[in-house]
């Protein structure tokens, strides 16, 4: 077997062309939607994810606002300017980019974006939201990996997946997301005794670990569907993903590469809650 590959570019194209409608709809009423992206601090990944939001945020003919502040701020200062982007009706939605410095409590910062501006859907109120079947806002990658699977064709209904990691902002809501579309779902941690016998179980594999080449073809089910959520810079300067993708290939029936899977997604996503914030201003 050799497995498809599942083009992300392409499919965030077509949703990235279906929100620059609705923002033109959106214009058509007077209301331009806005998204405003912090970034604290010069971590050179960082720069590269906030630059590339807020070009598609400008090609789909959204306001961008991009705030980028020094990584001695003081706490205090970011969530005075968060206060500020808040009460500010011309924007709709509100990033700030992680990881954030030391000194800086991530989750005060997340708590200190109003919940109905958090496109990110990080704020608990959002979490909560999605954990008891009712979500505002999904988390932009695994939105983008669900849209994936569904536009593959991807049955999830009665399936098994499994989730490699546990974070908060990819592996616990794509956890959720899987169970609420009917799969039976695992979820993996770094203490899971035997990770190979979770993973050769999984006809949907989600792996979001930070951990170049950890899923190794040997440890899939074959004919599994794999989503490599990893982006993982080599030391030759390279991005790998956290499956090792040459001997996934023959066993997988289906995966997303490393970079073009997931990465484009998650940007395409996080236009589609903007859009989805302002469209809300619009009816409310
Ligand atoms: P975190 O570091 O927050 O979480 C990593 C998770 O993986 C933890 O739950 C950890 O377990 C688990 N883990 C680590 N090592 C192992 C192991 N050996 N076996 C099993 N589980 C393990 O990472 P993120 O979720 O933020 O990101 C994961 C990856 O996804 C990174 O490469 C990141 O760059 C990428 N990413 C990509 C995005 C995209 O758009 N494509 C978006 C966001 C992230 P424990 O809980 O026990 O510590």
Redesign the pocket.
């Known amino acids: 077997m050799t497995a498809r590959l599942i083009d992300g570019k392409a499919l965030a194209a077509q949703v990235r062309a279906q929100v620059a409608e609705r923002v033109q709809a959106l214009k058509a009423h007077g209301i331009t939607p806005g998204l405003a992206v912090v970034l604290v601090g010069d971590d050179p990944a960082s720069q590269v994810y906030v630059r590339n939001k807020a070009a598609a945020c400008e090609a789909a003919g959204m306001l961008s606002r991009t705030v980028t502040l020094a990584a001695d701020t003081p706490e205090g200062e970011l969530l005075d300017l968060l206060e500020a982007l808040n009460t500010d009706a011309s924007i709709h939605g509100i990033l700030v980019q992680l990881p954030l410095p030391g000194h800086i409590d991530t989750g005060r910062v997340i708590a200190g974006i109003d919940a109905t501006k958090d496109v990110d859907g990080f704020h608990v109120a959002n979490a909560g939201l999605l954990l008891t079947g009712r979500p505002r806002f999904l988390p932009c990658?695994p939105y983008g990996i669900m849209k994936m699977l569904e536009s593959e064709g991807v049955p999830l209904w009665g399936t098994e997946a499994v989730v490699?990691?546990?974070?908060n902002?990819?592996?616990k809501p794509m956890a959720l997301l899987l169970l609420a579309a009917g799969a039976t779902v695992t979820i993996?941690?770094?203490?899971?005794r035997d990770?190979a016998a979770q993973t050769r179980r999984a006809d949907v594999l989600i792996v979001?670990?930070?951990?170049p080449g950890?899923i190794t073809g040997d440890m899939l089910k074959p004919g599994a569907v794999v989503i490599d959520?990893?982006?993982?810079r080599l030391e030759d300067g390279r991005l790998a993903g956290?499956v090792d993708f040459e001997t996934a290939v023959p066993v997988a029936s289906a995966i997303t590469p490393v970079p073009g899977g997931?990465?484009p997604m998650?940007i395409a996503m996080l236009l589609v809650n903007t859009v989805e914030a302002a469209e809300r201003q619009l009816s409310a």
């Open positions: 990658t490699v990691g546990a974070s902002i990819v592996g993996c941690n770094s203490k899971t990770l979001a670990t930070g951990r950890m959520v990893g982006i993982n956290d997931v990465g998650t």
